[in-house]
């Protein structure tokens, strides 16, 4: 598995689950995101930005881009991970920092998978991900997983979860797919028309 881990500048935890995905896998920053590793004791093997608000990091390979550009820090880094062949992306410290920022990291699960690569958001507790119609593993027993519908209506089907998600439909006004809970080894979703979000925690390597 060709792993990228791409950090953003979010806060994140070192959890022992995303310490287990470190092995063996290629570190890209977005801009300051070095800074924030480095403080965790992580150094970046590729950082990518316009690095309008700080300098470039020494001693680490990097590709500046012009302040004026059309691709967010967050876009260059994925676009970096997969230019390098990636199959697997992992995008950390999606959820801190500005509110629309965050929002906009949807488009990074979307980017990776238009190029054929699953990606996921995380903070190094919790995992975002789109839902497929291939088997998402939901995670292990008692841990909750939660549906955000993206397209006004949604279906999937499931396995192992307390609340069955088959021959439901979820739709983008209400709240109904928040924290399910896994009941059973093996529990998974998957997706069977519309557009959804996958949260679940953050599992070890290897992952679905």
């Known amino acids: ?67 004026d550009k059309n691709l967010t820090d967050g876009e260059l880094a994925v676009d970096e991970a997969l230019s390098q062949d990636a199959d697997r992306i992992l995008i950390v410290g999606a959820f801190g920092g500005r509110f629309d920022m965050a929002l906009s990291h949807l488009a990074l699960l979307r980017r990776a998978r238009q190029a054929g690569v699953l990606a996921s958001l995380t903070d190094g507790v919790s995992e975002a991900l789109l839902a497929s119609r291939r088997p998402v593993p939901a995670g292990r027993p008692g841990d909750i997983l939660s549906i955000i519908p993206l397209s006004p209506s949604v279906r999937l089907d499931s396995q192992g979860l307390r609340w069955p998600l088959g021959g439901l439909l979820l739709t983008w006004d209400t709240a109904r797919g928040l924290s399910n809970e896994v009941v059973e080894a093996g529990a998974f979703v998957h997706l069977v028309s519309g557009q959804a979000l996958v949260v679940r925690r953050l599992p070890p390597r290897p992952a679905g």
Request: glycine share 8%.
């Open 1 to 67: 598995m060709r792993m990228h881990l791409v950090f953003l500048d979010g806060s994140f935890r070192l959890t022992p689950a995303l310490r287990s995905w470190l092995d063996e896998a290629r570190l890209v920053a977005a801009d300051h995101a070095a800074v924030r590793m480095a403080r965790q004791g992580l150094v970046p093997d590729m950082v990518v930005g316009d690095f309008d608000g700080s300098e470039p990091p020494s001693g680490i390979p990097q590709r500046v881009f012009p302040t």
